[in-house]
């Protein structure tokens, strides 16, 4: 087993030294009992916990969400036995986009360049608050560029910026509802089956759980995505026919 002095052992996990005496006070790392000299000498399981800590912190857990799961998991397990169910759960299921960053001063441009597609400051915070850029001092980094796009495209048929950027959030709103359904159904089957705080711990349990956790995720795609579609079909059908009436009528007044 190999020894690391502080620095060292920050550097083979890719983070600081800040961070591994932080992590100590915290209790998420336990303080080496060897020393060479006056400095303490860490091993490879204090390198596989800052890991292990590094990978949960980038998946969205929080210090105090660490801390419970380690200790909870301090019993003689291995934490890497459920980091397969981790990766499953928490593994990013949309489609991932290539950002795209553009100077600020051509952000009119990519939207249309037009008076009426000037884009302002409330408009680009607002695309910022949902997610869809980033912005930075002078430039502005589109992180879904292919729905802004289309965006772009529709501004040609005379669509204002703000609406669509509202239109956007409330099938995002609507699309959260429905994902929680989905996820809290799944939770609740887990529940049922096993008992509240279960958590797998074999192979074989995790692989099985992923699985139904994927499959409950096409479940979901699939269903919105088939549901929509028809819904657009009857929409379309119902309001194509009260724009064919209306306009029957002013062609009759003409």
Request: charged fraction near 30%.
């Amino acid at each position: 087993m190999a020894d690391y002095r502080i620095d060292d052992l920050a550097q083979a996990a890719g983070t600081t030294t800040r961070n591994v005496r932080a992590y100590q006070e915290k209790g998420l790392l336990p303080t080496p009992t060897r020393r060479s000299g006056r400095a303490l000498l860490y091993d490879d399981t204090h390198l596989a916990r800052l890991r292990i800590i590094d990978e949960l912190l980038q998946r969205g857990f929080t210090i105090a969400h660490i801390a419970d799961f380690i200790t909870s998991w301090e019993t003689g397990k291995d934490l890497t036995e459920i980091l397969g169910l981790q990766r499953a759960v928490t593994d990013t299921w949309g489609k991932s986009e290539a950002p795209v960053e553009i100077p600020r001063e051509l952000v009119d441009t990519f939207f249309g360049d037009t008076d009426e597609h000037q884009v302002d400051g409330d408009q680009l915070a607002r695309l910022e608050e949902l997610g869809m850029v980033r912005l930075h001092d002078d430039t502005v980094e589109l992180t879904r560029p292919e729905l802004l796009g289309i965006f772009a495209d529709l501004s040609a048929y005379g669509f204002g910026l703000p609406e669509l950027i509202e239109l956007h959030a409330a099938m995002a709103d609507r699309l959260e509802s429905i994902a929680r359904l989905m996820v809290v159904a799944a939770k609740d089957h887990i529940v049922a089956r096993h008992g509240v705080g279960w958590l797998p711990e074999s192979d074989a349990e995790i692989a099985e759980t992923a699985e139904m956790i994927n499959h409950f995720r096409e479940l979901g795609t699939r269903s919105v995505r088939d549901s929509l579609d028809q819904a657009l079909d009857k929409v379309l059908r119902s309001e194509l026919g009260a724009y064919l009436e209306a306009a029957a009528r002013r062609r009759a007044q003409d």
